[in-house]
């Protein structure tokens, strides 16, 4: 056997490009034909004739940062070293070395640029017959915000904090007007004085002695209270920054928020447990898999989400066909939803509680006689019970948005006891306009359920790339419009390595026929 030569201190005598060390099904090449398409002009020229150091390209910055969404979600610290590190990254800065600071800035003041990427990325996939638009599944799923349990604020908190902020910048005002903000007599009573401290506590521990144990401050308020009371520009900060909180306490009633990110809120995942929860919300196209509009909120339930998905998706790839279907879960079945679904003649498949509650196979033991046991019969509009009555009468109350079925042949029953009571008559009660009372009716049908099916074949599996193997259970940025860019760009991910395969699958197909 023969040694290979050890050629790594060779010198190159013809320099070699970067392309041809890079295998040419990488992922880089995939990026650059994203940014190829998109107009980078009226992004970059604001930077054109300005004083200050040269700003790196946009197409530059997006190009590394889509590459650092497909790797896996990485940071922007990560995306930094790589650029430094990696043939692939290099390629698409030209050989710059933008830092993490950079990196991060850009996706913070360019979330429109990133949600141009995603919907490039879509209508790439739609030239490539990955995206049809006939069918399309909407779902959410919750995925941890960056905000600890252990340091929450409450309202009452943050008032107490804002008070006694403004009461000590007050009083450094006029204490500047005393004495000069440099000059050299120092009054006694200064607030950063241990002795001042201990007199400010004293006095809300006396304002909050009668108050529930929520409105007094706990360890992680008693470190903001100190620091702001020796720091007037942290205290101002506090000020300004209150209000974001307040407002976030008044619009969502929740009891405490994150000191982090006061725009998670709490919410069940799917172990039951509560945390700060983030809710992203996809709408993929059901021939592939291709997520075609993505977003974030930080609503607890879907009941809002489902209209704010197809405009966005009309807006950037024109008016849904008449006919088109859409499928969601229960979460989604509102009076809204349905008549805005019926409005605009598309095809709906939203399920009903009963069908939600048949597909999880809750309550394998639930009462026999509950009303997910009672059939609808459309001819006979009415409900026919397990024993086989139908009940016939109906009332139509609160401007048709509740309607109750009954039967008075109750008293013969053998089952009345166990059904309804010994002395009472069975009564059905649906809640909803017409149009969501339809849509009940209409998935209660055996071929909306079969049609239902699609959904979970499609809208399912790209939270679980997303989740599993890209190991995304938390994200990285905190706020609701970064955390917003962070998911888009995770969507891109998914769709480009959609698109990734599909080509490398065709250059294998045609290879083995030739």
Not at 236 to 263: A, C, H, M, R, V
Not at 265 to 280: A, V
Not at 502 to 511: E, G, L, P
Request: glycine share 6%; aromatic share 8%.
């Amino acid at each position: 056997m023969v040694l290979k030569l050890n050629k790594k201190r060779q010198e190159i005598l013809v320099p070699l490009r970067l392309v041809e060390l890079i295998p040419e099904n990488d992922f880089c090449f995939l990026v650059e034909n994203v940014l190829e398409q998109i107009d980078f002009e009226k992004y970059n020229s604001k930077f054109f004739k300005t004083p200050g150091q040269k700003a790196y390209d946009r197409e530059i910055l997006l190009g590394i940062v889509l590459k650092g969404a497909i790797d896996g979600g990485l940071s922007g610290r990560e995306v930094g070293r790589r650029v430094q590190t990696d043939l692939s990254y290099m390629y698409l800065t030209g050989m710059e070395k933008p830092n993490f600071r950079t990196i991060n800035r850009f996706k913070k003041d360019y979330p429109e640029l990133i949600d141009e990427a995603l919907e490039t990325v879509v209508k790439i996939a739609e030239k490539e017959d990955l995206v049809r638009l006939q069918q399309i599944s909407i779902d959410g799923t919750k995925i941890k915000a960056k905000a600890s349990v252990n340091k929450i604020v409450t309202e009452d908190v943050i008032k107490i904090l804002k008070k006694q902020f403004q009461k000590s910048l007050e009083k450094d005002n006029e204490e500047n007007d005393l004495f000069g903000e440099n000059g050299d007599i120092i009054p006694s009573n200064k607030v950063t004085d241990k002795e001042s401290f201990e007199k400010i506590m004293k006095e809300i521990k006396e304002e909050t002695k009668d108050s529930k144990n929520h409105e007094k401050l706990n360890a992680q308020s008693l470190k903001i209270l100190k620091k702001g009371l020796e720091d007037k520009e942290y205290a101002q900060k506090f000020i300004d920054k209150s209000q974001l909180y307040l407002d976030e306490f008044e619009k969502t009633g929740q009891k405490s928020l994150s000191w982090n990110d006061p725009e998670a809120h709490w919410m069940p995942g799917k172990d039951g447990r509560m945390r700060f929860n983030y809710n992203p919300q996809i709408a993929v196209d059901s021939h592939s898999g291709i997520i075609i509009s993505a977003g974030l909120s930080n609503n607890p339930t879907d009941h809002y989400e489902l209209i704010p998905r197809i405009k966005d998706i009309e807006s950037k790839y024109g008016q849904l066909k008449p006919g088109t279907q859409i499928f969601a879960d229960n979460g989604y079945s509102t009076d809204e939803n349905t008549q805005y679904l019926k409005d605009k003649c598309l095809d709906g498949y939203i399920a009903s509680r009963k069908l939600s509650r048949k597909a999880k196979k809750y309550n394998k033991k639930d009462n026999p006689f509950s009303k997910d046991y009672f059939i609808f019969d459309l001819e006979k509009d009415g409900y026919i019970c397990p024993q086989g009555q139908i009940l016939n009468h109906k009332g139509i109350y609160k401007n048709g948005l509740k309607t109750v079925y009954w039967t008075n042949n109750c008293k013969y029953c053998p089952e009345r006891i166990n059904c309804c009571g010994k002395y009472r008559n069975r009564t059905i009660t649906d809640y909803g306009n017409p149009a969501k009372i339809e849509m009940q009716r209409k998935m209660e049908t055996e071929e909306a359920q079969e049609i239902y099916k699609i959904r979970s074949k499609t809208v399912e599996w790209p939270f679980g790339n997303i989740k599993r193997n890209m190991k995304i259970i938390e994200f990285n940025t905190t706020g609701l419009e970064r955390t917003d860019t962070e998911f888009k760009l995770l969507a891109i991910a998914h769709n480009m390595k959609i698109i990734q395969n599909v080509r490398q699958n065709q250059i294998t197909i045609k290879k083995q026929n030739t």
